[in-house]
């Protein structure tokens, strides 16, 4: 199994359209006004979260798609040209947008780029001694990570914390539907804790 999809993770996130789609209202091209924020993400995780909190006030395009791979992903010159019309971009800090934010920058000064994991500590990936070697792995962490583990979509509390760096961004993007956002974060939080304690009592 990819190391992007841990088993533990794979776990909880299979309970997520069941149970955290329960309150989710689907959203159709039709249902979109002009004045719908243009959003961008890196990953399709970071598509749900935005969808459920900005529900039919939102947009989202997904700059690495299904069998893409996060870590090498080249954006599509399509996708840098769509974004000058993105109202904000929320990085996850997978690996390509280290390579690639400076270009998605420059192409739409206008455009707020959010940083998803403020407030979140990042512990650092597993390393594993081979076969005859020391074992490496790493079980403390630092304020600097040298390699940070990047799969904070994974856990419910983590989620929470990203959750609300949305809803903050959407309210600052669009005033006039706060109150929307708002009530759309309740909801998503909680079913969050909905599908931890059925996972916890499952695992």
Not at 3 to 19: H, M, Q, S, Y
Not at 53 to 71: F, L, N, R, T, W
Not at 94 to 100: C, I, L
Request: aromatic share 6%.
């Amino acid at each position: 199994m990819s190391k992007w999809f841990p088993t533990i993770g794979l776990t909880l996130w299979l309970g997520v359209v069941p149970v955290m789609g329960c309150n989710q209202r689907p959203i159709s091209p039709g249902s979109q006004s002009p004045d719908t924020l243009q959003i961008t993400v890196s990953i399709l995780p970071q598509q749900y979260f935005v969808e459920r909190i900005g529900g039919e006030y939102v947009k989202v395009e997904v700059m690495a798609g299904p069998g893409d791979e996060p870590h090498t992903y080249e954006p599509k010159p399509e996708q840098l040209r769509a974004l000058s019309q993105a109202d904000a971009y929320l990085r996850i800090r997978v690996d390509f947008e280290s390579a690639w934010m400076d270009r998605i920058a420059a192409v739409n000064p206008d455009m707020m780029i959010v940083d998803t994991t403020e407030g979140i500590e990042r512990l650092p990936m597993a390393t594993h001694a081979h076969p005859g070697e020391e074992n490496t792995e790493v079980a403390a962490h630092t304020d600097e990570v040298e390699h940070p583990d990047p799969h904070i979509w994974l856990s419910p509390r983590l989620v929470k914390v990203q959750s609300q760096t949305i809803y903050d961004t959407l309210a600052q993007l669009d005033p006039e539907h706060e109150n929307d956002y708002q009530t759309n974060l309740e909801r998503f939080l909680t079913d969050i804790d909905t599908l931890e304690s059925r996972s916890s009592q499952q695992l």
